[in-house]
């Protein structure tokens, strides 16, 4: 996908993503219909014990990664945030965790759970660390104070999610609904900040033209 296509479809992209966070969470950590995977101690992983339920509890999360990790990359595009070097890590981390995506889905599509969680975990802490170094890319490039500190907020919440899961099943330190709130507020920051993007042509155009960035310049 080129550059052109990556913006114009980063926001759309973002948005549609934010919003599948949200059921993600709730389904993952609630389980509004029943168990959808009993981990199995002989088998070192979970097995599916419904699979219809797995593929609509899983299927968002899948797709919310792939499509944020999308509006992340059109982002780094439209801001040519790879001119400089924090930019180019980010963009190579939103890869890793655009490919880790598209393994998550193939764990939905073959039923094999593993595969789906392993994509899924690593993908959103992939997702979390490019989140970060964009937004400090952002802010070397002169872009707008809020950009960077919605893509640095934004980011560091990904990274949270990696411990979620563990707080709220092994250790329990956290009730569910809690962690079913923090994916959603993760997501809903997705959802704004992918509106933003879509209104950027209409509102400022091309932002370019407010962030000069220098290719010499280290980030």
Same mark, same amino acid.
């Given at each position: ?49 419904? $699979? ?7 299927? /968002?999360?899948?797709? &919310?990664?792939? #499509?944020?990790? %999308? +509006? @992340? *990359? !059109? ?59 964009? $937004? ?7 872009? /707008?104070?809020?950009? &960077?500190?919605? #893509?640095?907020? %934004? +980011? @560091? *919440? !990904? ?61």
């Amino acid at each position: 996908m080129g550059a052109t296509a990556l913006t114009r479809w980063a926001g759309p992209a973002a948005i549609v993503g934010g919003l599948l966070w949200a059921p993600y969470g709730v389904c993952e950590l609630l389980e509004p219909w029943g168990t959808d995977t009993l981990y199995r101690d002989d088998m070192g992983y979970s097995e599916i014990v419904d $699979g219809r339920l797995f593929v609509a509890y899983s299927l /968002p999360g899948s797709l &919310a990664l792939l #499509l944020t990790t %999308l +509006g @992340l *990359l !059109g982002a780094v595009a439209w801001v040519r945030l790879s001119a400089i070097r924090t930019g180019q890590i980010a963009r190579l981390l939103a890869y890793v965790a655009l490919t880790l995506g598209a393994l998550s889905l193939a764990g939905v599509i073959t039923m094999f759970d593993p595969l789906f969680t392993a994509g899924r975990i690593f993908g959103t802490l992939a997702l979390g660390a490019a989140m970060v170094l964009a $937004g400090i890319a952002a802010r070397s490039a002169g872009a /707008p104070p809020g950009w &960077a500190a919605a #893509l640095l907020f %934004l +980011g @560091l *919440l !990904g990274l949270f999610l990696l411990p979620l899961w563990p707080l709220v099943h092994a250790v329990q330190l956290l009730p569910a609904g809690v962690g079913a709130a923090v994916i959603a507020l993760f997501g809903s920051g997705w959802a704004l900040l992918g509106y933003r993007l879509w209104l950027m042509p209409t509102e400022t155009g091309l932002w370019l033209n407010h962030c000069a960035v220098d290719p010499r310049r280290p980030a």
